[in-house]
């Protein structure tokens, strides 16, 4: 999958039910610009107010997740959350003019449907990684149920439950990436248990429910008196329980449905997290208390994450550019070319590693009892690798070079010594226009930032004898 942020190519709506309200209600999803995340729009209440899919606004789990901010609410929002994720959006606007998406059948394929037919647009800016790299854990001691997170190259949910009855056991479904949501997860529906229903059509629930956007498996008797409240609820001249312990005729996806719409909703309960997650999840017995507990858990980490501001750099894998393929983008030579390879390289950034040793001649000098990477040269190495950003895109980029026009908010935070790799990160902070290239630079060494710039420079072509 591409790294940079995608959003929606335009807006497309869906009307439906409420599962739960029972209202009629039309959600449509809309392009949003890089790093809005998902944001629902309630456009039947005054002045439109929003509320972000963020986990620090779930107040309720019970028959689905909720959200409030400042007394507006979004109930059962996970299966939507989920079609997002499957279909590798990361910015949406979701305008709805009642409290709940429509429930469909149940399951998150026709917002994947509509997802697909909007079409999906690719943006400018890269996207951000929740990168797991300790195992995390999360367990209920009141269920047993328990949620793991692994470290892991990409985005990997295996859920396992168990309800404990003959109509409806031990169940597992496996998803290996996030790509293969729409084949295998997008369509399996919601469910519930028979004792379960009754009790959610006591309590005034379910208003908007029916045989044919919910399982339900009977796992009681099925007497004259529930049988007469179902036919009330879901409209039905009948209602009997078929041979596989289904109430009425409703077909299975797959034999394992439960346990793939379980696995549906921890992708759109973790979605709340606010980022792309990289990592395995091993869900036991989950549930969206559990699930949204755990979210929180990793929204924790990823604020200590983006606290440090560091991004996870492989140095072990071959570099794009060795100094050979830098030489022939960059007029720089020795003793002045100051970065030693490029890791990786986009449109929009690059990442390039300086190697600081002691065979430095400035070291000389600066200073000899404290040797220390002179800032000067430390903004140098950014603006070098700035140019191989820019550089790399001109065709013929040996007739071109970078010229520095400003510096701003230089800051350096850390020595840099002999022994130290120094990496930069540099990105575009807006189009490249009429030669003027504004970057914005960091440095890292370790798990810190060493120095950070704004950077302006122009493009040139060079002049011929």
């Known amino acids: 999958m591409s790294d940079l942020q995608k959003t929606l190519k335009e807006e497309v709506s869906l009307s439906g039910i409420g599962l739960h309200t029972g209202k009629e209600v039309t959600l449509t999803i809309k392009p949003a610009k890089e790093n809005t995340g998902y944001v629902f729009v309630r456009t039947d209440l005054e002045g439109h107010p929003q509320v972000e899919a963020d986990v620090n606004y779930v107040t309720t789990t019970e028959r689905g997740t909720t959200l409030e901010k400042l007394g507006v609410r979004i109930h059962t929002c ?30 998150s394929k026709y917002f994947v449907e509509a997802i697909e037919k909007a079409g999906i647009a690719e943006q400018t800016l890269p996207r951000e990684y929740l990168v797991v790299k300790d195992v995390l854990s999360y367990v209920d001691p009141h269920t047993g149920s328990e949620i793991t997170i ?4 990409t985005y990997e ?6 309800f404990g009855t003959k109509v409806l056991g031990t169940q597992n479904a496996t998803l290996k990436d996030i790509s293969e949501f729409k084949d295998e997860i997008a369509s399996a529906r919601t469910f519930s248990f028979l004792h379960e229903l009754e009790m959610l059509i006591d309590a005034g629930l379910i208003k908007g429910g029916d045989i044919s956007n919910a399982i339900v498996y009977v796992d009681k008797e099925l007497t004259p008196e529930t049988v007469e409240k179902l036919k009330k609820v879901f409209g039905k001249e009948d209602v009997s329980i078929r041979p596989n312990g289904i109430l009425d005729n409703l077909t299975l996806n797959y034999p394992n449905e439960a346990a793939r719409h379980k696995l549906l909703d921890v992708i759109g309960d973790l979605a709340l997290v606010g980022v792309k997650i990289k990592g395995k999840v091993i869900a036991i017995k989950p549930g969206h208390f559990v699930n949204t507990q755990f979210a929180k858990k990793l929204s924790r980490q990823w604020k200590l994450q983006k606290k440090k501001n560091v991004p996870d750099f492989d140095l072990t894998k071959p570099p794009l550019y060795d100094i050979n393929g830098i030489m022939k983008l960059l007029p720089h030579r020795p003793p002045f070319l100051l970065i030693d390879k490029i890791l990786e390289l986009s449109d929009t950034h690059v990442v390039g590693v300086k190697n600081v040793t002691m065979n430095e001649p400035f070291f000389v000098g600066h200073f000899p009892k404290e040797p220390v990477l002179p800032g000067v040269l430390q903004i ?6 700035g140019g191989i950003l820019v550089l790399a895109n001109v065709p013929d ?12 908010n230089v800051k350096f935070k850390k020595k840099v010594v002999p022994g130290d790799t120094l990496i930069f990160k540099i990105e575009l902070m807006e189009p490249i226009r009429r030669g003027i290239v504004h970057m914005q630079g960091y440095g890292y060494v370790g798990d810190s930032v060493v120095v950070e710039a704004e950077l302006m420079a122009q493009v ?6």
């Open 380 to 385: 140098e190495s950014m603006a070098q690798a």
């Open 150 to 153: 692994i470290p892991s190259d």
């Open 78 to 107: 996970e299966h939507l959350l989920a079609a997002l994720v499957g279909c590798d959006i990361d910015n949406a606007i979701l305008e709805m003019n009642s409290a709940e998406p429509p429930i469909m059948d149940g399951s």
């Open 397 to 408: 980029p040996e007739n071109y070079s970078t010229y520095f026009v400003k510096m701003d």
């Open 157 to 162: 949910v295996t859920t396992m439950v168990d």
């Open 460 to 465: 040139a072509k060079n002049k011929t004898e």
